[in-house]
């Protein structure tokens, strides 16, 4: 922002909202730049004034606290020589550093000179601190400077006509340019576009290092005054620069360069874990592997990377990562799995699994992890929790038949598998029946159980057996309904769904959709709340029967419409889906459009289905 008004004349209610709207601003990414005045210290004067009349003032918006206020420099080369006679093949002519001090060429012309001074509408701000620094408890301006003088200024182009500019309105547009570089050097660097306020972190770089500002200790904005005139008893006014910070260049003018590369860079955090730990061996499953584990790589700080190598016991199985992992990206808080195992073995043995990386700085990283690999376990009898049958997501103790269904224990297999779309009855060594019936089994784990409920007529508590081949059974009883409605979910409460982008502008699916969730990438992968008049579609499990009917136990792909109604309540609001039905074996989808006035945030989402409420704590992200 090339503006300003003079802040003593502005309201504190007016300057508040402003403050309101840049802290706003900040919240989204954006960094404000405002120019601290071309008169001085007396900015409620005309720059062009012959002396100040109406006292002491430094220029609104540049005090805002949230905005980086721009002053000005003059160069200062004396005799010195500083130029070369032509200009470099990239159009250089400076030959380095030109000696600064502060602007101030008032005189007659106009007060025309580095505006600055402190805030009477904003107290110091915490990070305004360091050498220099007035111990006067207000925000003071400027924070930085550029040369702004005519008698170095800026040509360019208007209406076709090569003019001079100058003023602290040219130096803050050439300071803009600088934060546009340093923002595309934090997005090489893997971190999101969007710098918000950099005062905090411009102040730290002061305090910290000796290579980012020049500290300009020559010149001053003191100009004259009317004596007699509000703050004038001697005929001028003004500030002086000194080491240090000073109420004529701020902290100093910049080195672009050293600017950017000093800018903090965070660093990738990645955890590996692999389990268990340690590996028993078991019954050879369908790849044959009789010690099976899982690796995990988990990034905590924010900050995407890239995985390098992957080597065990200091063998690289570099070219097999994508195989194994499905990608080598590693986003910010995310992760990336691979499930492995071993045919043979010599056991007991332990083998030492090593992890390297690079950010997109550069900066690199290793880590390792020691797993044990021992015979075969003497495995528990598997136990099924109390409580612990229900449909896939839910809390609820009623399941359908053909939905999907959840089975939590311990010692449920003895192996990790997931099925290849085929809807087995026997997975891993395990065997599920529901009221004597075989389940199609979908995932099978020590703890967990995920399964295809069979058709059946039955309706009542029903008996559930579990068979692990290496342990043994357990069973347990659960209520067989003709319905068990649940949402399918993302994390535990939020909604799994989609936004459809006829636009071609979602993320995923070439551009068709997004997926639906808190704008950003808390989940780990990014997703996009919705808004009113968005079409999105929902998923879930158990919403009872359909016309026609879905047998389970076999590939589906159609629309089999609930025979009921189901209507849902959003953030209290009914609203009924415009299709409500099976589009795939045992899931149930829900196309809607968003209706206007559900709020904004994670709002309340729950459904009705044949007099059957789906569990609550479910929510929707809207915006």
Not at 262 to 284: C, D, E, H, K, R
Not at 331 to 341: R, Y
Not at 352 to 362: E, L, P, Q, R, T
Not at 510 to 530: C, Q
Request: aromatic share 10%; glycine share 14%; net charge negative.
């Amino acid at each position: 922002m090339s503006f300003g008004n003079c802040e003593t004349g502005e309201s504190l209610s007016y300057a508040q909202s402003e403050r309101a709207l840049a802290q706003k601003g900040n919240s989204e990414g954006i960094t404000w730049l405002a120019s601290s005045g071309d008169a001085g210290p007396a900015i409620c004067d005309t720059d062009t004034a012959s002396m100040a009349t109406h006292g002491l003032s430094a220029n609104f918006p540049a005090t805002v606290p949230e905005v980086t206020a721009v002053g000005g420099t003059m160069f200062n080369e004396g005799g010195g020589t500083f130029w070369s006679t032509s200009n470099s093949p990239t159009y250089e002519s400076a030959l380095g550093y030109i000696p600064e001090l502060g602007w101030n060429e008032s005189g007659p012309a106009g007060l025309w000179s580095s505006g600055g001074g402190p805030s009477v509408l904003f107290l110091k701000p915490s990070w305004q601190t360091g050498a220099g620094v007035p111990n006067d408890a207000l925000r003071d301006t400027p924070d930085v400077a550029l040369t702004a003088a005519s008698h170095d200024g800026y040509y360019g182009y208007l209406n076709g006509v090569l003019q001079l500019n100058w003023g602290t309105s040219a130096s803050t547009p050439v300071f803009a340019g600088i934060v546009t570089i340093l923002n595309q050097y934090v997005v090489a660097n893997g971190l999101p576009s969007g710098l918000s306020n950099i005062n905090p972190e411009l102040y730290k770089l002061a305090a910290t290092t000796t290579s980012v500002f020049h500290d300009i200790t020559a010149g001053n904005n003191i100009v004259a005054c009317q004596i007699g005139t509000p703050n004038c008893t001697t005929g001028s006014f003004g500030f002086t620069s000194g080491p240090g910070y000073d109420m004529v260049t701020g902290l100093g003018s910049v080195n672009a360069t050293n600017l950017v590369t000093s800018w903090p860079v965070p660093i990738s955090v990645v955890l590996p874990t692999i389990g268990p730990n340690p590996v028993y061996q078991t019954a050879p499953n369908a790849n044959g592997f009789s010690w099976v584990f899982a690796i995990k790589l988990s990034e905590s700080n924010g900050v995407p990377t890239t995985l390098t190598d992957f080597t065990i016991g200091g063998i690289s199985y570099a070219s097999q990562m994508t195989s194994f992992f499905g990608t080598t990206n590693i986003l910010a808080n995310g992760f990336i799995s691979a499930s492995l195992g071993y045919k043979t073995l010599t056991v007991p043995s332990t083998q030492v699994f090593g992890f390297n990386g690079i950010d997109a700085s550069g900066r690199q990283w290793s880590q390792q992890v020691s797993v044990s690999f021992l015979g075969p376990a003497v495995a528990p009898a598997p136990a099924i929790a109390p409580g612990g049958i229900g449909p896939l997501y839910s809390t609820s103790t009623t399941i359908q038949p053909g939905s999907w269904v959840s089975i939590y224990g311990s010692n449920l297999a003895g192996t990790t598998a997931v099925w290849g779309g085929d809807f087995p009855t026997s997975l891993g060594g395990v065997t599920v029946t529901i009221n004597g019936k075989p389940a199609y089994l979908w995932f099978v784990s020590p703890t967990q159980i995920n399964l295809q409920a069979p058709d059946d007529t039955s309706r009542g508590l029903v008996q559930v057996v579990i068979t692990n081949s290496s342990a043994g059974s357990a069973s347990a009883t659960v209520t067989l309904g003709s319905a068990g409605p649940s949402f399918s979910l993302l994390d535990g409460k939020h909604v799994a769904g989609i936004i459809l982008r006829p636009n071609g502008t979602g993320a995923f699916g070439g551009g068709t959709y997004d997926i639906l969730g808190p704008t950003g990438s808390s989940l780990g992968y990014r997703t996009v709340a919705a808004t009113s008049g968005d079409s999105i579609i929902l998923f879930g499990v158990g919403f009872g029967p359909t016309n026609p009917s879905v047998p389970a136990g076999k590939a589906f792909s159609g629309a089999a419409a609930t025979t009921g109604t189901v209507q849902f309540q959003i953030n209290s609001k009914s609203t009924v889906p415009a299709f409500a039905g099976l589009t795939s074996a045992g899931l149930y989808q829900f196309n809607l459009v968003v209706p206007a006035g559900l709020g904004t945030g994670d709002v309340s989402l729950n459904a009705n289905s044949g007099g059957l409420q789906t569990p609550s704590g479910v929510v929707i992200s809207l915006q």
